[in-house]
T-cell receptor, first 111, second 116 residues
Framework: TQLLEQSPQFLSIQEGENLTVYCNSS?????LQWYRQEPGEGPVLLVT?????EVKKLKRLTFQFGDARKDSSLHITAAQPGDTGLYLC???????????FGQGTILTVHP | DTEVTQTPKHLVMGMTNKKSLKCEQH?????MYWYKQKAKKPPELMFV???????INESVPSRFSPECPNSSLLNLHLHALQPEDSALYLC???????????????FGEGSRLTVL
């Protein structure tokens, strides 16, 4: 089983602060996805990164894929209460078709 | 708005009841999934259907019985469940199972199941 280690597990911050969530693996993966799940909803795909060293931006969210394709990070600038939710990284793209999720980061942004 | 529709949103059932969860997608996706999610935990894969055939069963107890009537529909039949089966049940779809499209999943909003 190729595990994804996600950190931190919990993050409680004030509106306007910056934060970074990390996702690490001991093995190389061909692609990595980030999902956000708001309370009472299903996870929603934010981004997929596939190329080592890749950086993608989605408004105030910046996603990076490590050069060696073993790690990824999600950085949120000037967090807002609407960013509150469970953030999940997931390894995909295998022929087996089974998505492996990290343990998740529960983010709470206080007004 | 999600393009994967799940019904019902909430379900309360006793341990002797038989109920079903339903999922529908109209994105032309050929792979559909059932996940179980406990509070503040990541989703756990239960079943995968690829081209309407069951391709993955993650050793799920037989009290959960999946069914894929056609490429747009996925059901999960529930019978003789236990209180520990209470969870959020998520349906998802992808263009196909694995492969070059990186297996990106589109989730429904989930069905919140409570077993008394």
């Amino acid at each position: 089983t190729q595990l994804l280690e996600q950190s931190p597990q919990f993050l409680s911050i004030q509106e306007g602060e910056n934060l970074t969530v990390y996702c690490n693996s001991s093995s190389v993966f061909s692609s990595l996805q980030w999902y956000r799940q708001e309370p009472g909803e299903g996870p929603v795909l934010l981004v997929t990164v596939v190329t080592g060293g890749e950086v993608k931006k989605l408004k105030r969210l910046t996603f990076q894929f490590g050069d060696a394709r073993k790690d990824s990070s999600l950085h949120i600038t000037a967090a807002q209460p609407g960013d509150t939710g469970l953030y999940l990284c997931a390894r995909g793209g295998t022929s087996y078709g089974k998505l492996t999720f990290g343990q998740g980061t529960i983010l709470t942004v206080h007004p | 708005d999600t393009e994967v529709t799940q019904t019902p949103k909430h379900l309360v059932m006793g341990m002797t009841n038989k109920k079903s969860l339903k999922c529908e997608q109209h994105m032309g996706h050929r792979a559909m999934y059932w996940y179980k999610q406990k509070a503040k935990k990541p989703p756990e894969l239960m079943f995968v259907y690829s081209y309407e055939k069951l391709s993955i069963n993650e050793s799920v107890p037989s009290r959960f019985s999946p069914e894929c009537p056609n490429s747009s529909l996925l059901n999960l039949h529930l019978h003789a469940l236990q209180p520990e089966d209470s969870a959020l049940y998520l349906c998802a779809s992808s263009r196909r199972q694995g492969g070059a499209d990186t297996g990106e999943l589109f989730f429904g909003e989930g069905s919140r199941l409570t077993v008394l």
